[in-house]
């Protein structure tokens, strides 16, 4: 294969009034892994969907090997030999390695309809032993682990002769062993003239087979350094420095109630030997990248899960193991999960069946619903969240994502509440949203609930937080007391940098 | 803020989505030049006793419509109703004949009904299992099962108690039609009115957020089941009373008219979405329809054809509908 | 909502189109006949004799008017029910219902007879009707049953039959009678029984199944020619020529399977005879006749020539009323020969 070398340069993309995209000027050649990292929101994912044809830029001009390309599908990338592996597997599991790798391009017997199955099998054969990669190819996928899976799809890139692979977080489901075997393949294909394009958050990957790096921030491109004239600490930096206007954290006494406390919590792979305490009125976020165990943890506090091991004591008492998260509402526990479409909202109810839900059994009387101790709930909810909705009536699908997020907060405001879970509570909604969910946050704690936040976003931690609390790998790390956050520590701690800790 | 605290006060009469409002103009135009187009086809079609047999062949329609409108809130389908209508009927009718009681008759359909239902609704709520292939296992087999308890035969009921509810008119006012009013107002109560008809729409628009939110969808979902397996009993002891008989073959293909109806009646087939009220007006204009369809003498062939075309005609308004709210 | 306003208008159209011309003009005879179904091959002919009838009784007798419709319940007791309510508030002259339970239809007929209506049940007899139209079906069963035994040969003769929908009473009874015929000799035994439900396509997947299952059958039959179709069909793919065939109702391309194929025996009904004869039955009611209250069709066995000479030599009954394929095929399509206008006049 020969060597190509592709240059994005002066990309802008905005989504409405957000810009994206920034001016980025971006390039990749041959033989190099380019490693391009950034927080959530930063621009990577915007950038990398512009090279694959799944956005058109506004501004800017891609070209490979000096010529100037258009790409605005993504049948334009793949013409050009760029290909993305997704972290969602493209791939058939009912159908074996090889007729996924030919699948739409199959070869047939000269002048037949029938599959030459052979001449496939030998081809694909051929590509796994160019690779000493041990793998059936007449196995189906569905016997396949991630890592295979994965090997699966790039191969299936480099035979129809892609040059340029886009790897987007590519190891957060791999085991170690599965992540070696991924490597060792990834510095073989550099020396097959290949590039990789290599999205991560994992400071240990990106140093060990990165050839370059280039760290994008608020849709810009603030570093590009060879792997070799960078330092760990100096990406975590470069990633991090935005600051959300129009909030800012109350001072406040936290109480020395404990409210909430979790001893030894374990659950094999997910999470080992977490211990921590809620206080009344306090804020605790637990933070990490994707893969931490947070969410899983969250989700065990709140009846969602029963297979862990360890003790959860709420309000004194030691929960029982089950799943049964009716037992976490009554007892004034809420929950606002991290996927909104999937558990969060019931897109076809209006805005006020959404909200009332959790509160019915309280509102009966006589065996019937009282609308009045409803309608109060639901005005009361909607104006404490500042929702915008063109009345409670409105099907909730139609709101913004900030303002169903707010539905799914003001589901809980009530006298009741002790402990209010969040998950990502600010996952893609927009800055006004932000502040008004932040000073929600901060109402609450004030009224003495004790609040518990999974957070992927290091500002928010900071900005929140009363105790925060680091993840990696299901492991706990380090705890930080307001107000003393250290940044760039605790961005080392959840990359699994090998300083501090 | 204020704009949205406005909004809440003045929303409050208008309960509900304009989307069904204007299904429910529609349907009740349509009902109108229905009833205008078969007058003028059949001088006979306004005649009081042509609307009280109207109103009576469609009794059981409307008890079983209002049950599958119950669960296609929950996103799920019963094909079992009329199958269960024969098996109830049939228990009924051989507790009567055996107890001499009315009341243990009653009872006895009823509990049938339910059993059927429950069947349905443990399958589907707690084993997670597809609505449609459970209820088409239990449509075989409440069939089946009607015919073995007859032994395929029907049975000559005779206690004027027990033939009452189905067979008895007050001048042309067959006795029925109060009967399914007062069943339409208890299960509005039911729908609009507890918690349980809150999650009965809160499962159908999304079952894991239910159970995030602390109710227990999938109990919700058995209920449900049952309650239309409560109306399957009732609709027997209807359909008896009607042909002074139990009948093995009662109700083949009710539950096709139900689902037909309440689709008509603007309930989505994907759960959450849907009004007690339209599923009546679905009953309604299908009633007329189909009576206008005899009275007019409409060769048989033409009213397969009728039938189909409103169906289709009714899926395609659903889809199109769906989409124009998904854009 | 314009593709649901336009398929309704359309209904509409129709409807009234169809409304209309059922009720041109005033009548002095308005029939109803409300079948259980229309689809199968016998419903169909039945209900075309019953059209054609009509208009040659209109032709023939130019000082009435007569007047006629069909209805069918498609398999369902509740729309029946429904059709006769409908019905009777129409106050015809005549109604023949063919019940798909004589039970349920009992507070209907009382009704129908306050309303001064006739009421012809079909098949299945009622005691409240004023007059059953009946089809012997046990005698016919038998009947089959014995030209079964008198044309086996002797030897070990297997045969499967294919029944009814369970409970409906014409099928039960032809089962009877074939059973009860088939126990006049020793040789011949039934191998398999097992309900078709009237329906061809299940009718199909019996026959394949008994073809494999039973490498030893000889004959198969059935309570409705509709069976025989599908079972001749699979039994000539299959190449097991030997394999005989016993109908029931005398549809006209089985009767002509006994000239060139392996169809031994039938019994006359046919679809067109039948509608025929209910127009005949209605006018003569009509003008006055009193018809027997349990009405007999005429329904005689169909052999061939040749097969019935066999027969009667292996000791089949003298005295069973039989009609040879020609001339059994000629009635069959042409009504009118027994039961036209000619016959009343």
């Keep these: 294969m020969s060597d190509h070398r592709i240059d994005m340069r002066d990309i802008s993309k905005s989504f409405f009034a957000t810009k994206a995209l920034d001016g980025v000027d971006f390039s990749c050649i041959s033989r190099e892994v380019h490693a391009l990292v950034g927080l959530n929101g930063a621009g990577k994912s915007t950038l990398m969907k512009v090279l694959g044809g799944v956005y058109s830029a506004d501004e800017g001009t891609i070209t490979m090997d000096d010529t100037i390309v258009t790409i605005t599908q993504p049948s334009d990338a793949e013409r050009l030999g760029i290909a993305m592996i997704h972290q969602e597997y493209s791939l058939i599991n009912e159908l074996t390695v090889t007729a996924n790798i030919f699948l739409g391009r199959e070869l047939r017997h000269a002048k037949t309809p029938f599959l030459n199955k052979r001449e496939m099998t030998r081809q694909v054969k051929a590509q796994l032993d160019r690779f000493e990669l041990k793998l059936d190819p007449n196995l189906p996928i569905r016997d396949l682990n991630s890592g295979e899976k994965q090997i699966v799809e790039i191969i299936r890139a480099l035979m129809s002769d892609s040059w340029l692979i886009v790897m987007d977080e590519p190891t957060s489901a791999l085991s170690e062993e599965d992540k070696g075997r991924l490597f060792a393949f990834i510095n073989r294909l550099k020396s097959e003239s290949v590039s990789i394009i290599y999205i991560s958050h994992h400071m240990p990957e990106i140093f060990s087979i990165a050839d370059r790096v280039t760290v994008m921030r608020d849709g810009k491109i603030v570093l590009s350094e060879k792997i070799q004239d960078t330092k760990e600490q100096v990406v975590i930096h470069e990633m991090t420095g935005r600051e959300l206007k129009g909030f800012v954290k109350p001072h406040k006494q936290v109480s020395n109630q404990i409210l909430l406390s979790v001893q030894n919590l374990h659950k094999d792979d997910v999470y080992q030997d977490i211990s921590f305490e809620v206080h009344r009125g306090e804020i605790v976020v637990l933070t990490g990248l994707r893969g931490c165990g947070a969410p899983e943890l969250a989700k065990a506090i709140f009846g969602l899960e029963d297979d862990y091991e360890g003790t959860i004591t709420y309000r004194g008492q030691t929960l029982k193991k089950v799943r049964n998260p009716a037992r976490a509402v009554k007892s004034g526990m809420g929950l606002v999960t991290e996927n909104r479409d999937k558990n969060g909202i019931m897109a076809a109810l209006s805005v006020r069946d959404n909200i009332v839900l959790p509160f019915i059994e309280k509102s009966i009387r006589h065996g019937m619903i009282n609308s009045i101790y409803t309608e109060k709930i639901v005005i009361k909810a909607i104006h404490d969240t500042s929702t915008k909705t063109a009345s409670a009536d409105q099907e909730i699908q139609f709101l913004s994502g900030g303002n169903k997020q707010k539905i799914c907060f003001s589901r809980w405001l009530d006298d009741d509440l002790e402990l209010l879970i969040l998950l990502e509570p600010t996952r893609g909604i927009d800055v006004h949203a932000k502040a008004d969910i932040y000073r929600i946050i901060e109402g609450l704690a004030e009224k003495g609930v004790g609040i518990l936040i999974l957070s992927y976003e290091i500002d928010e931690v900071t900005m929140l937080a009363d105790r925060a609390l680091t993840m990696y790998h299901g492991r706990q790390i380090n705890a930080y007391q307001y107000p003393n956050f250290d940044k760039g520590q605790m961005l080392a701690d959840i990359a699994g940098a090998e300083q501090g800790g | 803020m204020t704009a949205s605290t406005n909004a809440i006060t003045t929303s409050k009469p208008q309960k509900h989505m304009s989307g069904l409002t204007l299904r429910y103009l529609v349907l009740s135009g349509l009902i109108l030049i229905a009833a205008v187009g078969f007058s003028i086809a059949n001088d006979n079609f306004y005649s009081l006793v042509n609307i009280g047999i109207l109103l009576r062949s469609i009794s059981v329609l409307f008890l079983l419509s209002m049950g599958m409108t119950f669960i296609m809130l929950t996103g799920g389908i019963d094909l079992s109703v009329g199958s269960n209508v024969a098996f109830s009927g049939g228990v009924g009718v051989i507790t009567l004949g055996a107890t001499g009681s009315p009341l243990m008759g009653f009872i006895a359909a009823g509990l049938a009904g339910m059993s059927i239902g429950l069947l349905n609704g443990v399958f589907i709520g707690k084993l997670k299992l597809s609505a449609f292939m459970v209820t088409l296992a239990t449509f075989a087999l409440a069939r089946g099962l009607a015919l073995v308890i007859y032994d395929a035969d029907s049975i000559n009921v005779t206690d004027p108690v027990f033939l009452w509810l189905g067979g008895t008119s007050w001048g042309n006012l067959p006795v029925v039609i109060p009967f399914v009013a007062i069943v339409f107002v208890v299960l509005s109560l039911v729908l609009y009115r507890t918690s349980f008809g809150r999650d009965v729409y809160a499962v159908g628009a999304n079952f894991n957020t239910a159970f995030v939110l602390g109710r227990n969808p999938a109990r919700s979902v058995v209920w449900v089941y049952v309650l239309t397996g409560l109306l399957a009993g009732l609709s027997a002891i209807i359909t008896v009373g009607r042909v002074s008989s139990g009948q093995p073959w009662a109700g083949l293909y009710l539950e096709f008219d139900a689902i037909t109806a309440v689709i008509l009646g603007g309930t989505s087939l994907f759960g959450g979405r849907g009004r007690l009220l339209g599923t009546i007006l679905g009953v309604l204009l299908y009633g007329i329809i189909i009576n206008g369809l005899v009275l007019t003498g409409t060769n048989p062939y033409l009213q397969s054809l009728i039938k189909g075309m409103i169906l289709l005609g009714v899926v395609l308004l659903d889809t199109y509908s769906q989409k124009r709210k998904s854009t | ?345």
């Design chain 3, 1 to 345: 909502m314009p593709n649901k306003l336009k398929t309704i208008m359309a209904s509409m159209v129709l409807i009234t189109a169809a409304g209309t011309n059922a009720h041109a003009a005033d009548h002095n005879l308005d029939i109803v006949f409300i079948n259980d179904g229309h689809v199968a091959p016998y419903h169909v002919a039945w209900l075309g004799g019953f059209e054609d009838a009509i208009e040659a009784y209109n032709e023939a007798f130019p000082d009435m008017e007569i007047t006629g419709r069909w209805l069918s319940a498609e398999g369902s007791l509740e729309k029946m029910i429904q059709q006769a309510e409908v019905t009777i508030n129409e106050k015809p002259d005549v109604m023949f219902v063919n019940a798909i339970n004589v039970d349920a239809f009992e507070p209907l007929v009382k009704k129908a007879q306050d309303a001064g209506i006739t009421w012809i049940a079909v098949h299945s007899p009622m005691d409240s009707a004023d007059y059953s139209f009946t089809l012997g079906d046990v005698v016919n069963g038998r009947n089959i049953g014995m030209a079964m035994c008198a044309l086996s040969g002797g030897e070990t003769y297997n045969v499967g039959i294919m029944l009814g929908q369970a409970g409906n009473p014409s099928g039960d009874a032809r089962h009877a009678g074939i059973l009860e015929g088939i126990a006049t000799c020793n040789n011949v035994k039934v191998l398999a029984e097992q309900p078709a439900d009237w329906d061809t396509v299940k009718a199909q997947s019996i026959a394949e199944n008994w073809l494999t299952q039973f490498p030893d059958l000889d004959a198969i039959a059935g309570v409705t020619d509709g069976y025989m179709y599908p079972s001749i069909a699979i039994v000539q793919n299959s190449g097991k020529d030997h394999i005989e065939f016993f109908g029931y109702d005398g549809d006209i391309p089985i009767m002509q399977q006994m000239i060139d194929g392996n169809v031994k025996a039938d019994i006359l009904l046919s679809g067109t005879r039948e509608g025929w004869n209910f127009v005949q039955m209605a006018y003569r009611i009509h003008k006055g006749e009193t018809p027997e209250k349990v009405y007999d069709f005429f329904t005689p066995l169909v052999l061939t020539e040749e097969n019935h000479k066999i027969a009667l030599a292996n000791g089949f009954p003298k005295d069973v009323e039989v009609y040879y394929v020609p001339k059994a095929m000629e009635v069959a399509e042409k009504g009118y020969l027994e039961f036209g206008p000619d016959s009343v006049k």
